[in-house]
Nanobody
Framework: QVQLVESGGGLVQPGGSLRLSCAAS????????MTWYRQAPGKQRELVAR???????NYADSVKGRFTISRDNARNTVYLQMNSLKPEDTAVYYC?????????WGQGTQVTVSS
């Protein structure tokens, strides 16, 4: 059974940094895209960053220049380095992986940016 486990969330002051990780366990096979989403209270879930198997990336306009997505295929892990965090980045962050057959989702990790 495939599971995605996220870690790295927490409370940080504005201007601070966090690094999120999401690791897949089980027989997920070859992973195509790895994606981070977030959902703030009262808002719809939105795409934050995506990375393909070929290494191509794209970002939401709101995080460009501040967030960096990367992946380690040997560890079936995706990372999200978040710098210069703002209060509006506060949300539950979810990872999603697609293995050419279906999507798998993590359970979410809370990121709170507050002084």
């Amino acid at each position: 059974q495939v599971q995605l486990v996220e870690s790295g969330g927490g409370l940080v002051q504005p201007g601070g940094s966090l690094r999120l990780s999401c690791a897949a366990s089980g027989s997920i096979g070859t992973i195509d895209t790895m994606t981070w989403y977030r959902q703030a209270p009262g808002k719809q879930r939105e795409l934050v960053a995506r990375i393909t198997n070929a290494g191509s990336t794209n970002y939401a306009d709101s995080v460009k220049g501040r967030f960096t997505i990367s992946r380690d295929n040997a560890r079936n892990t995706v990372y999200l380095q978040m710098n210069s965090l703002k209060p509006e980045d506060t949300a539950v962050y979810y990872c999603k992986m697609n293995n050419y057959r279906r999507d798998y989702w993590g359970q979410g990790t809370q990121v709170t940016v507050s002084s």
